[in-house]
């Protein structure tokens, strides 16, 4: 079994050297079960997951696939939409998404980067629709961009950190 598999959240990121915004999240949580379980965002579930080896490649570009097309806007959207979308910035932060998605080999760093732009364009359209506060619509774009990738990413690769009692 992977030695990482067992560690707390605070050992876990600080033998993986973690983000500090993942690390003061990840141990607010009391086992790594929970954090992969509880855990907010899709790009920080595809780093989990590439750390502890629990997914193929395959797996890291069917999700960055689904970012790229899928992942939902505030207005009922999804980012696949944006390939039509006029505004060049907006059009351009999509192609990062999708060419991280189709593009890059086949790995977990092409899952995440097309989860983060795919995020990223859920907030840039909400900043530039909503009136008249744009950055409060924006960051609850983004926090639901990254919720839905997250969500979607457990539902493509069973927890591997074993729960108490050493069961997964």
């Not at 983000?19 to 949580?29: F, L, N, S, V, Y």
């Not at 890291?60 to 696949?80: I, K, N, Q, Y």
């Not at 359209?125 to 839905?148: E, I, K, N």
Request: proline share 7%; hydrophobic share 40%; aromatic share 10%.
């Amino acid at each position: 079994m992977n030695n990482l598999l067992t560690l707390t959240p605070a050992e876990f990121c600080e033998a993986t050297d973690a983000c500090k915004e993942g690390r003061d999240w990840a141990i607010t949580q009391p086992t790594m079960a929970d954090v992969w379980d509880n855990c907010p965002r899709g790009d920080w579930l595809v780093w989990l997951a590439e750390k502890v080896k629990a997914t193929d490649d395959d797996t890291f570009r069917g999700f960055a696939m689904w970012c790229a097309e899928s992942t939902p806007l505030h207005d009922g959207r999804v980012t696949g939409a944006l390939m039509t979308d006029p505004d060049p910035a907006c059009y351009w932060t999509i192609r990062c998404a999708y060419s991280a998605a189709y593009d890059q080999p086949r790995d977990d760093q092409a899952a995440f980067d097309a989860a983060n732009y795919a995020a990223a364009a859920a907030r840039y359209v909400a900043a530039w629709s909503c009136r008249p506060r744009p950055a409060v619509c924006a960051s609850a774009a983004l926090v639901a961009a990254q919720q839905a990738q997250a969500d979607r990413f457990r539902r493509e690769v069973i927890n591997p950190f074993p729960r108490k009692g050493g069961q997964p």
